[in-house]
């Protein structure tokens, strides 16, 4: 594991990064790699790591080979942003994105990449429908993935707000009494 922690605008790693073979990389703070990296994951994780802090990635290229883990750590209801110019993902790989929630992660992608739409389908949100991923329109500059919840995620809030509702209507009636 490599733990990447600069501070006071340092940047951590000024070239690109090669991660392989179940290895992680782990960012502690904001912009720790240089913006015109390449990342290059195989078999790999790129990890948000715990802080109260919002933390920013912006680099140029992640490149996705096997089976690899993109992982947003939520701490306190703290903000994670990744920027990518490019995003691609080999023919038979496939990114994992976990930990993310909607509203807290952003996935983003510059609207320019060129592999953006074939590394969409290869893309899986954990907790997710993989078939409802999608593009979100983010600024004029970039796309958000963004996952769906799945269909069993739906049932049990709706599950939820029917038991809520029972519950008050049951108080309503018990009070008029």
């Given at each position: ?28 703070g ?24 919002i ?13 690899s ?17 490019d ?21 983003l ?10 590394a ?58």
């Open positions: 594991m490599l733990s990447l922690n600069k501070s006071n605008g340092a940047i951590a790693i000024g070239g690109d990064i090669f991660i392989n073979d179940h290895a992680k990389l782990t960012t502690w904001t912009r720790q790699i240089e913006r015109n990296s390449t990342v290059r994951l195989r078999d790999s994780t790129f990890q948000f790591a715990d802080a109260n802090i933390k920013e990635e912006s680099f140029h290229k992640l490149v996705v080979e096997g089976t883990v993109l992982l947003f750590k939520l701490g306190f209801s703290d903000k994670r942003f990744l920027y990518l110019d995003l691609s993902i080999d023919k038979g790989a496939e990114l994992d994105v976990q930990g993310w929630v909607e509203g807290t992660h952003f996935f992608v510059r609207k320019t990449s060129r592999n953006l739409e074939d969409l389908n290869k893309i899986k949100f954990k907790g997710y429908d993989p078939s409802k991923i999608h593009l979100e329109d983010y600024s004029d500059e970039y796309w958000m993935i963004n996952g769906a919840p799945e269909p069993a995620t739906y049932g049990a809030g709706l599950m939820l707000g029917v038991l809520g509702l029972v519950c008050y209507r049951r108080r309503s009636v018990t009070a008029s009494i």
